[in-house]
């Protein structure tokens, strides 16, 4: 099922105006809870696809179970593109469609997985801290490059991690999830530890570097996208 997203009404239109929303949002970030244990329950990846030419945006949440990893519902939402591209604030371009494939699923998300950042973010407010404020879930995000922190490179052995630093501050940490290859980058958004963020990713990712909710997700919304912008 996709669903047709409207531009929220009031949704900003200047930085001016997103960096106030950031500044408020923020202020409701839970950051001492542990979230759910990796391997329970649900967990749901987002993500979202682009044709800035024809302005439209596709996301996607497929939920997995955690334990077997198997697909347990998905739904999409197509909508027009929100907000300008802007480094550090890229989540008013994706939250509105991103919030209705999630509000359309049949089963409740579980822990929700980003392909971006929660607190590792300029302002410490990324997607995942945005999406976890908005919706009262435990979120992370997992990215797949490093934004403007510092890190060592983590030992090559999967499970090996070295923190992401910003001011000697770690907000969040490189992590390797499989022997040797480039590391992700896993950052708390809501109501998750970061220890657990990470022990969820390792759970995620028993055969790839990118977590079986990103790859999911990824797959399901770029297919939205081409269904959406189709001329035949």
């Not at 990796?38 to 302005?55: C, I, S």
């Not at 409740?108 to 976890?132: K, N, S, T």
Request: glycine share 8%; with cysteine; net charge neutral.
């Amino acid at each position: 099922m996709t669903t047709t997203v409207p531009i929220p009404e009031g949704w900003p239109t200047t930085e001016e105006r997103a960096r106030a929303v950031q500044d408020e949002l923020r202020t409701r970030l839970v950051l001492d809870e542990p979230g759910p244990p990796p391997g329970t329950g649900h967990v749901t990846g987002v993500d979202v696809a682009y044709d800035d030419a024809r302005d439209v945006v596709a996301a996607a949440a497929v939920v997995l179970d955690a334990a077997s990893l198997a697909v347990v519902a998905e739904a999409t939402a197509v909508g027009r593109i929100s907000f300008p591209y802007v480094p550090g604030l890229l989540a008013f371009r994706e939250v509105p469609t991103v919030l209705a494939a999630l509000a359309a699923l049949p089963v409740p998300p579980g822990l929700v997985v980003c392909d971006g950042y929660g607190l590792a973010h300029p302002r410490r407010f990324g997607l995942a801290a945005h999406l976890g404020v908005l919706t009262g879930l435990p979120v992370i995000g997992v990215a797949k490059n490093p934004f403007t922190f510092t890190h060592e490179a983590p030992a090559a052995p999967r499970g090996s991690a070295s923190p992401l630093l910003a001011d000697g501050e770690e907000v969040g940490r490189a992590l390797r999830t499989r022997d040797g290859v480039k590391p992700v980058y896993v950052s708390v958004g809501h109501r998750v530890s970061l220890d657990n963020a990470c022990a969820h990713t390792l759970a995620l990712t028993p055969a790839h570097r990118l977590p079986e909710t990103t790859r999911r997700a990824d797959a399901r919304c770029r297919a939205a996208l081409r269904e959406a912008t189709r001329t035949d």
